[in-house]
């Protein structure tokens, strides 16, 4: 699967009317998409921000996830030029951008997905994305920007980042963004759920797809009732933990659950 391929697919999938489930990927290894994706993921964020992973994890997974047949966002560790140009000129099919401040830090940040005139991204040929001088960068596929919504100043202008011309997609960070709002992990707290109203509802009104993170399957039901388009189901490393916990209490404590 070349990378055009796999850019039209992440934009088939999340903006598809089901939920389309995915996962963040901590432990680096492109053993865990191939995993992900038979478990059923539609799509894989490899995570350089908080997981175990650095950039050299980045063209492994870009071909892992060829292979399997599903395509790759990867988080970068900050929204930096020449990180989100490096890592499109890999093959990712998109890049979540963290810790977006303002509409004026998104605004910057996305020009680093296009070539110029239009954005800043640094121009080469013998890259993977350009099927290594097979395809000329003028018909490359444009990756995915995924605008990750998790700070108050990213929260009072969302409704303009999600109508600036190359943003694709808006992806609530649950944590970050309820520790900003004073109600750390309170998920059910009014003001954390009147967040997430006026987070899908910027994403509706500017027509965009949006998505967030849970770490137990008991919220899936309460997210799809908010409007999610794509849900990340924890993590490689959570569903490693959580699988062996509960097995371990089977065999330690008969009857039991972890």
């Known amino acids: 699967m070349n990378n055009a391929r796999a850019v039209e697919m992440l934009r088939e999938t999340l903006g598809s009317p089901a939920m389309s489930p995915g996962t963040f990927l901590g432990l680096a290894s492109p053993t865990a998409i191939e995993i ?111 605008i990750q919504i998790e700070t108050t100043g990213a929260l009072e202008e969302v409704s303009s980042i999600a109508t600036l011309p190359g943003v694709d997609s808006l992806f609530i960070g649950p944590l970050d963004l309820s520790f900003a709002l004073g109600v750390p992990e309170d998920f059910d707290n009014p003001v954390f759920t009147q967040a997430l109203t006026t987070v899908v509802a910027a994403a509706n009104g500017a027509k965009i797809p949006v998505g967030s993170l849970i770490s137990d399957p008991a919220r ?3 997210m799809q009732d908010f409007g999610m388009d794509f849900l990340a189901l924890g993590s490689d490393a959570l569903a490693l933990r959580k699988g062996l916990s509960d097995q371990v209490q089977q065999i330690s404590h008969p009857g039991s659950q972890a």
């Open 220 to 222: 899936i039901a309460t």
């Open 36 to 146: 992900a994706a038979l478990a059923g993921c539609t799509w894989v964020l490899l995570d350089l921000e908080h997981g175990g992973g650095t950039l050299e994890q980045v063209g492994p997974s870009v071909q892992a996830a060829a292979a399997a047949g599903i395509p790759l966002v990867v988080r970068v560790p900050s929204p930096e030029r020449a990180v989100i140009g490096w890592v499109l000129d890999q093959g990712a099919a998109g890049i979540m951008l963290p810790r977006i401040e303002s509409l004026d830090h998104a605004r910057e940040c996305v020009s680093y997905f296009d070539y110029p005139p239009l954005g800043q991204r640094g121009v080469a040929s013998y890259t993977r994305s350009a099927g290594w001088g097979k395809y000329s960068v003028r018909e490359s596929a444009r990756g995915v920007c995924m």
